[in-house]
C-alpha cells in the first residue's frame, strides 16, 4: 500500500506573518516601535546614508538597510542606509534637521520586522505618530509608504506589505493610556497633555468624552531649547559651543556629561531646566486659562 501525505493549500497568507497593527513613533530624538513579540523598542532619529566604500555594523540599538529596487526587469540595490545609534556616531542627520515625515519614510524600515525565522511580513494597519494628523501634505508622504517593499534588513532579505497607513496626533495615545490608567484627578473634565519631543514639544487639551480641543493646540520649546539653555550656560567657561545632540543625550542617560570631553554640567542643569519649565508653564497659561481653569502648572 502506498501512502500519500497530503496537505491543505492555499494563497492565503499564513497568520503568523500577518500583523494587525504596526505602531510607529519617528520622533525628532528617538524613533520607537513595536516588534513583533511586543517589545517596545528605541534607537537615535539619525540616519547616516553609506556610500559603497563605507563600513557600518548594526546592533540592538541600530538597523542597517539596503533598499532593492526593479530596474528593467532586474533587481538593483537602490539605497543604503544605518539608523540608530551608529548613524549617530557617524556623525549622520538627525531628524530634527530635516523633515521629519520624510525622514520617517526612511525611518520605517526599523518597524518592519517579521516574526523570528520569517522573511515576510504583512501589515495590515501601520500607525505614523504625527504632531497634527490632519497637515496633508505630511499625511501624502507618509501614505507613500503604502504597498510592497523588498530590503534587507541587518543582513536578511524581508519581503513586507503595508496595506494601509493611518496617520494618529501624537497625544492622543498619551490620552487614552492616562484614562485607561486612571492618571486624570478629573477624568469627566477637560484634561491637557503635555508632549515633549526633541524639536518642539505640543500641548492639548481634551474633552471628558476624549474630543481634542484644537483651538487650544499650543506648540512649546522641546528638548533641543534646553539643551540651548545648558549651552549657553557653559559659554563662559568653555568659550566654545557644544554639541546640542550631546548635551540632550547626557540629559537622557543621566551622565550631565558631554560626549568624550569630560565637561560636565550637572550643576547647572536643575536651573536651566526650571527656567525652560517655567518658559512652557507660562505659556501653557495663557493658551489655557480662557479654557479651563489651570491647577499645577
Not at 166 to 186: C, H, I, V, W
Not at 189 to 216: E, F, K
Amino acid at each position: 500500500m502506498t501512502a500519500i501525505m497530503t496537505e491543505h493549500v492555499t494563497t492565503e497568507a499564513k497568520r503568523a506573518i500577518r500583523r494587525p497593527i504596526v505602531a510607529l513613533d519617528a520622533g525628532n530624538r528617538s524613533t520607537q516601535w513595536i516588534d513583533p513579540l511586543l517589545n517596545v523598542r528605541t534607537i537615535p532619529s539619525v540616519i547616516k546614508t553609506l556610500e559603497p566604500w563605507e563600513e557600518a555594523e548594526p546592533d540592538e540599538n541600530s538597523v542597517l538597510v539596503e533598499t532593492i529596487e526593479v530596474v528593467d526587469g532586474e533587481q538593483r540595490y537602490s539605497e543604503r542606509f544605518i539608523l540608530g545609534a551608529e548613524a549617530q556616531i557617524q556623525k549622520g542627520t538627525p531628524a530634527y534637521e530635516v523633515n521629519k515625515c520624510e525622514l520617517a519614510k526612511r525611518l520605517v524600515y526599523a518597524a518592519l520586522e517579521p516574526m523570528p525565522g520569517q522573511n515576510t511580513v504583512i501589515v495590515e494597519c501601520l500607525r505614523v505618530a504625527l504632531p497634527d494628523a490632519r497637515n496633508k501634505d505630511n499625511v501624502a508622504l507618509l501614505q507613500q509608504l503604502e504597498g510592497v517593499h523588498e530590503f534587507e534588513r541587518n543582513g536578511e532579505r524581508i519581503y513586507a506589505s503595508i496595506r494601509q497607513v493611518q496617520p494618529m496626533d501624537e497625544t492622543r495615545s498619551a490620552y487614552r493610556f492616562a484614562r485607561a490608567n486612571g492618571l486624570f484627578k478629573s477624568p469627566k473634565s477637560v484634561n491637557g497633555i503635555l508632549d515633549l519631543g526633541g524639536g518642539t514639544g505640543i500641548g492639548r487639551l481634551y474633552s471628558g468624552s476624549g474630543t481634542l480641543q484644537r483651538q487650544a493646540d499650543v506648540v512649546l520649546p522641546g528638548t533641543y531649547a534646553l539643551a540651548q539653555r545648558i549651552n549657553a550656560a557653559l559659554m563662559h567657561v568653555t568659550s566654545e559651543s557644544q554639541s546640542l545632540s550631546l548635551i540632550m543625550d547626557a540629559i537622557a542617560d543621566g551622565s550631565f556629561t558631554i560626549g568624550t570631553t569630560g565637561r560636565g554640567f550637572a550643576g547647572i542643569f536643575p536651573k536651566c531646566r526650571d527656567a525652560w519649565l517655567e518658559d512652557i508653564r507660562g505659556k501653557l497659561r495663557t493658551a489655557w486659562g480662557s479654557h479651563e481653569p489651570i491647577t499645577g502648572l
